[in-house]
């Protein structure tokens, strides 16, 4: 018994012991790359990082129609930030969620309904409704029914009707 109870001690001791992790420090490193799909996408992205754990990077999207948009970002001890490029339709130069957008998308003005001076009346004929055809009437059905005859009940010898 005295061994199984040191077998454990010596267990719980090598459990406990304390472990010691290598602590990395940042290395500066830079990365990107510049890809167009078979459908002539271009996606790109580029970042850099340094010795005290800053990133500055963009990555971006142009579409076979010219339709672009390239984000910037800064991520350092202040936090993220980013701006916006882009000139995708329906888009207004703004600041939501505290990252500028720089919109230089075209605004299409609304299209102009020119109305009539003077409204063209319409001529409607009255369509006359074709003569409906008889056909003879036909004999009614005959329905066979059973008259309704009295039911017999016998409790014990007694007949009821």
């Known amino acids: 018994m005295f061994s199984k109870v040191l077998v454990c001690c010596l267990f719980a001791y090598v459990a406990c012991g304390v472990v010691v992790e290598n602590v990395h ?11 167009v799909d078979e459908f002539g996408t ?11 754990n800053n990133k ?3 990555y971006g999207y142009v579409d076979a129609h010219g339709i672009a948009r390239t984000v ?7 936090g993220f930030r980013a701006t916006v490029q882009t ?3 329906g888009t207004k130069t703004s600041a939501p969620a505290d990252a500028p957008t ?3 998308s075209v605004e299409v003005a609304a299209p102009v309904v020119v ?13 006359h409704p074709a003569p409906v055809a008889y056909t003879h009437r036909v ?16 409790f014990g010898h007694t007949t009821i009707a």
Request: no cysteine; glycine share 6%; proline share 10%.
């Open 25 to 35: 420090v940042p290395q500066p490193y830079s990365f990107g790359y510049d890809n």
């Open 42 to 52: 271009r996606m790109t992205r580029q970042e850099t990082g340094d010795e005290f």
């Open 56 to 58: 500055v990077g963009s």
């Open 72 to 78: 910037n970002y800064v991520a350092d001890a202040l």
């Open 87 to 89: 000139n995708e339709p």
């Open 102 to 104: 720089y919109s230089s």
């Open 115 to 127: 109305k009539a001076v003077h409204p063209t009346p319409v001529v409607v004929k009255a369509v």
């Open 139 to 154: 004999a009614p059905l005959a329905y066979n029914t059973v008259a309704r005859a009295p039911l017999g009940y016998t």
